[in-house]
DNA sequence: AACACGGGGGC
DNA sequence: GCCCCAGTGTT
């Protein structure tokens, strides 16, 4: 592109920006602290997702001071249903770390916010960018897709090792002027206009720039190699209450997945079997109810089946486990299976 | 470089 | 159903 042309992208870019960008909460403060709790949660999510957690999440943790003195298990409370966990656990430890090594006040360093847990090259350009005004790209697979089409870039942007294609183009149209508005900009444009399926192209500000859609090629862009299909695995989850009526609960390990949440016991199962998992058979009440979930994750489809027991069978040690009663789920982080379950009883029991 | 890591929404 | 999404940490 020539510099001409770059210019003529940025000029149509922010003018279209200025009058079609979308108005977030986000986009309202200055807190370098609350763009990165925002930057967090965008990460693999879609801002409409994002606004109610964003909205509590500041409020309950204001400074970088009351997440970093948070108890863990109120911070995954907090997170509990937006997913990818380890970017709750990920932001508070590197909140953390600002509050040590920084005074509670985010730098404005590439290095030093690189540095910081939970903050990778995305979320520092982000930073740099929309917190301190720096001409740094920030490149995700919103702007990725924008400039597979207006460069044409065959690369595979499911690899990691395309993303210096994208970087390197990027860093050279990026508005020296506004790095801010430039960098939000593109994410509008590649969410509003230069959507994954049937891009906008007859509304888009750049499409004069757009090599792909001067070639009318820009479904064909980008390149994206498929993932492998997720693996199925078949669980019982186990009722069993006490004399009182409690649940039992268990915290699953502090590592892995859904790290430190809490679930009712569940028991692996065969897969595509309606035998009764081992562990109940010597059981002399066991009740299948009806609850049957699935719940895919981007790399694990859990095949998911409740019953009822009338005792505690034979669950392995070292696991942590509560009697809780339906009223005091609440205080708990659950993945959502595990709500469903929640909300089933509920349900079951306004019923009865 | 490949893999692990959740959940919701669009069509 | 399948695909998409403002990625990072670990191995």
Not at 90 to 104: A, F, I, S
Not at 119 to 143: C, H, K, M, R
Not at 276 to 289: G, I, N, Q, Y
């Amino acid at each position: 592109m020539h510099q001409n042309e770059i210019i003529a992208f940025n000029h149509e870019l922010l003018a279209w920006f200025q009058q079609n960008g979308r108005d977030l909460p986000w986009r309202r403060t200055k807190n370098p602290y609350y763009i990165w709790v925002s930057e967090v949660m965008l990460q693999q999510t879609q801002v409409d997702t994002v606004k109610p957690y964003y909205d509590r999440f500041i409020t309950d943790f204001a400074t970088p001071e009351a997440l970093a003195d948070a108890p863990e298990q109120s911070v995954l409370k907090m997170w509990e249903g937006l997913g990818y966990y380890s970017r709750a656990r990920n932001l508070q430890q590197g909140v953390r770390e600002v509050v040590e090594k920084y005074d509670g006040k985010l730098p404005d360093d590439k290095k030093k916010l690189l540095e910081l847990h939970g903050i990778g090259p995305y979320t520092a350009g982000a930073l740099l960018s929309i917190a301190f005004g720096q001409p740094e790209p920030a490149i995700d697979g919103n702007v990725m897709r924008v400039m597979s089409r207006v460069f044409m870039i065959d690369a595979d942007i499911a690899k990691a090792k395309s993303k210096k294609q994208f970087e390197e183009v990027v860093g050279k149209l990026i508005a020296e002027a506004n790095p801010s508005a430039f960098n939000q900009a593109l994410m509008d444009l590649g969410a509003m206009i230069c959507r994954p399926k049937r891009p906008d192209c007859p509304n888009c500000p750049v499409r004069r720039q757009c090599k792909a859609y001067s070639a009318r090629v820009q479904e064909k862009y980008p390149v994206k190699s498929r993932p492998k299909k997720a693996t199925v695995r078949c669980y019982a989850i186990v009722l069993v209450q006490d004399q009182l009526g409690r649940y039992l609960i268990e915290q699953r390990t502090d590592s892995g997945l859904l790290a430190g949440f809490w679930q009712f016991p569940m028991v692996e199962c065969e897969t595509n079997s309606d035998l009764l998992p081992a562990a109940f058979r010597k059981l002399a009440s066991v009740e299948r109810l009806d609850f049957h979930y699935i719940h895919r994750f981007s790399h694990l489809v859990w095949d998911l089946t409740l019953y009822r027991v009338d005792q505690a069978i034979d669950l392995p040690a070292g696991v942590a486990r509560k009697w809780v009663a339906v009223d005091e789920f609440e205080r708990y982080p659950f993945p959502v299976p595990h709500l469903k379950v929640i909300d089933w009883l509920k349900n079951l029991r306004m019923n009865t």
